[in-house]
């Protein structure tokens, strides 16, 4: 069991960067694949990125494609969303979730551990 926890969320202009971070604590952290969700105001969650457990393998959603990227560093138990050339669109409330041993999972059921969320805001 682990429990994950975001971090680097705020407010940014249109046009500019963020790095988001999601810490796990407890152990086999490398055995987890990881995705990130977001949630906009008064929207359903939707996937936006996923990476399999050795960071080998990583999905994108197309609205997020080319703009952001997924890493992870599992000797610091942390996955990694860079977030670039943001929009007001990226506005949301960000998800970490884990699954253990199963990996390409894009539907949030699929996940069986989350963070509690990061705020991200893109002024315009």
């Known amino acids: 069991q682990v429990r994950l926890e975001e971090s680097g969320g705020g407010l940014v202009q249109a046009g500019g960067s963020l790095r988001l971070s999601c810490t796990a604590s407890?152990?086999?952290?490398?055995?987890?694949?990881v995705g990130w969700f977001r949630q906009p105001p008064g929207e359903d969650l939707y996937l936006i990125s996923t990476?399999?457990?050795?960071?080998?393998?990583?999905y994108y959603t197309d609205s997020v494609k080319g703009r952001f990227s997924i890493s992870r560093d599992n000797a610091k138990n942390s996955v990694y969303l860079q977030m670039d050339s943001l929009n007001p669109e990226d506005t949301a409330v960000y998800y970490c979730?884990?699954?253990?041993?199963?990996?390409?999972?894009?539907?949030?059921?699929?996940?069986?551990?989350w963070g509690p969320g990061t705020q991200v805001t893109v002024s315009s």
């Open positions: 407890g152990p086999d952290f490398s055995k987890y694949s």
């Open positions: 990476i399999n457990d050795t960071g080998e393998d990583k």
């Open positions: 979730a884990a699954s253990y041993g199963r990996n390409d999972l894009r539907l949030a059921h699929d996940y069986d551990y």
